[in-house]
């Protein structure tokens, strides 16, 4: 089984966007009372939202009655995660990536969302109806809403003030039937606008959507900066005008991003069925350095859109680009100015991407169990290599979890 979400945006009248902020400022408030009663008692216990606001907060007990309640039982279950995730993280005998403690939520931040766990969302002409509180939300929906079940409704908002609505389903995985057996080897490159170059001896180039409206949010930031008033508790319209106007820059080159990382992924997926790329972590990659371009190229949302449309193999980045894929000898003298080099072994001349991408190409076949001395280049094409292919197709069901593979 795996879940899928499907985003659709909505256009909510102004009383139920009242309904909605009505909803996100009683969830904000049982948040940020268990955060701070929290932070003076650790071993407190998360209570519900009812004892809660009946200890801390009387009058907000008939607030509740305005909004589905629903919701904030969900924030009772996130608020639990949170401090659990934290405290495991905080375990010194359990290994893993440190969380950071929940923080408090503001009302000026214009990101947020509540979600519904037992509604049943309902589609027709007028919209989509999810409580009777509520009624019919008008939006545009596409017909890619598949059947499964809905395991929870997530109500959103996006720092331009744009609502989507997000129904989270689960249902069986399906697949890809084995048609081609074809597969790629991408190597991602930082220091070049080529950000992807494929086995095949493509080179794909970054569109650096936000490297490109720099200039231009550089304008505007620096004029929101200017109206902004230093231990004012309410900001001028001004400024409320211009912080929209950032806003919807980086929504736009979000948007972008996203939709050109979408067709690329799309494509392919269509034409190969195992995708193979290096096992790099991107986090720490930007917070060592080139933060801005690893964000702005969009390697990490390829990975995970190629992850759920086709196989994603991870292979061990280790070596990819010094190693020689003709004979196998490492270059050890290899440095990054190099983008050209010849094998001292064999005397092939290799650019250095290309090679890279091939090797992580050969890894992965050789993870599949098919031979490695085979022409990389070309789409594998002997009848062994199909035959090694298939037992492992058919057993990925029972000895792999997910479409991931990591090495
Ligand atoms: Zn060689």
Redesign the pocket.
């Known amino acids: 089984m795996e879940c899928r979400a499907y985003e659709y945006r909505i256009y909510p009248t102004s009383q139920q966007i009242e309904q909605f902020n009505k909803t996100l400022g009683l969830c904000r408030l049982y948040w940020n009372i268990i955060l701070s009663e929290k932070q003076n008692n650790h071993s407190m216990l998360i209570e519900g939202y009812k004892p809660t606001f009946t200890k801390f907060k009387p009058e907000a007990l008939n607030w509740i009655k305005e909004i589905d309640s629903d919701c904030l039982g969900q924030m009772w279950s996130d608020v639990r995660a949170a401090f659990n995730a934290f405290f495991n993280s905080c375990n010194k005998t359990r290994k893993g990536k440190f969380v950071k403690p929940p923080k408090f939520k503001s009302k000026k931040n214009p990101k947020d969302g509540f979600r519904y766990a037992v509604t049943k969302p309902k589609f027709s002409n007028k919209g989509i109806f999810l409580t009777r509180k509520l009624g019919w939300l008008k939006g545009s929906f596409h017909c890619r809403f598949a059947e499964g079940k809905i395991k929870q409704t997530t109500i959103k908002r996006t720092a331009t003030g744009n609502w989507f609505v997000k129904i989270t389903v689960e249902k069986k995985k399906n697949l890809k039937k084995c048609t081609n057996m074809k597969i790629i080897g991408i190597d991602w490159n930082i220091h070049n606008d080529e950000f992807c170059v494929l086995s095949n001896g493509t080179k794909i180039k970054s569109p650096m959507y936000l490297r490109r409206t720099e200039k231009h949010l550089g304008r505007h930031q620096k004029k929101m900066s200017k109206l902004y008033k230093i231990g004012k508790e309410e900001q001028s319209q001004n400024y409320l005008k211009e912080k929209q106007r950032v806003a919807i820059i980086h929504e736009k080159v979000t948007n972008k991003r996203k939709d050109f990382l979408h067709k690329l992924s799309r494509d392919l997926a269509n034409k190969f069925q195992f995708v193979a790329v290096e096992n790099i972590n991107l986090q720490t990659m930007a917070q060592m350095h080139h933060g801005k371009a690893v964000g702005d190229q969009g390697f990490g949302m390829l990975r995970n859109f190629l992850a759920y449309k086709t196989n994603l193999i991870k292979v061990p980045a280790a070596y990819t680009s010094q190693t020689?894929h003709?004979?196998g000898?490492r270059n050890s003298k290899l440095t990054l100015e190099d983008r050209e080099w010849t094998?001292p072994?064999?005397g092939?001349h290799h650019d250095r991407d290309i090679n890279a991408a091939i090797n992580i190409k050969m890894s992965a076949i050789s993870r599949l169990g098919t031979y490695r001395n085979q022409n990389a280049c070309g789409e594998p094409s002997s009848s062994t290599k199909q035959e090694n292919l298939k037992p492992f197709v058919q057993n990925k069901k029972s000895s792999i979890k997910g479409r991931i593979f990591t090495a």
Do not use: D, E, L
């Open positions: 020689c003709k004979c000898i094998c072994n064999c092939s």
